[in-house]
């Protein structure tokens, strides 16, 4: 996920750079001839939501990460040294 947000920051800045107000877009696996404000908008988009998307996905690992803290606290709890469980 870290990496398309990296891949779509990298097209925004190649946009930039371009001189053409027709520019090439890829829709799936077909590239379509778009207005480059219209692509630009898109790209915007596509940031917001991929970003949006990471901070859920992160906000989810902080929570699993604590889950499996409370869990080997119980466990090492209940059968103190005669487990061994993976760090994290």
């Known amino acids: 996920m870290q990496e398309m947000t990296e891949n779509l920051e990298d097209a925004s800045n190649e946009l930039i ?20 404000e219209e692509v630009e908008n898109r790209l915007e988009s596509m940031k917001e939501e ?3 998307e ?4 992160e906000e989810e ?3 699993v ?12 709890g209940k ?3 005669s ?3 993976e760090e994290d």
């Open 17 to 36: 750079l371009a001189d053409e107000e027709i520019v090439r877009f890829q829709l799936g696996e077909v590239f379509s001839h778009m207005p480059k």
């Open 50 to 52: 991929t970003t949006k």
């Open 54 to 57: 990471l901070e859920k996905l």
């Open 61 to 63: 690992k902080e929570s």
């Open 65 to 76: 990460l604590a889950q499996m803290g409370d869990l080997k606290k119980i466990l090492y």
């Open 79 to 81: 059968f103190n040294d």
């Open 83 to 85: 487990i061994n469980l």
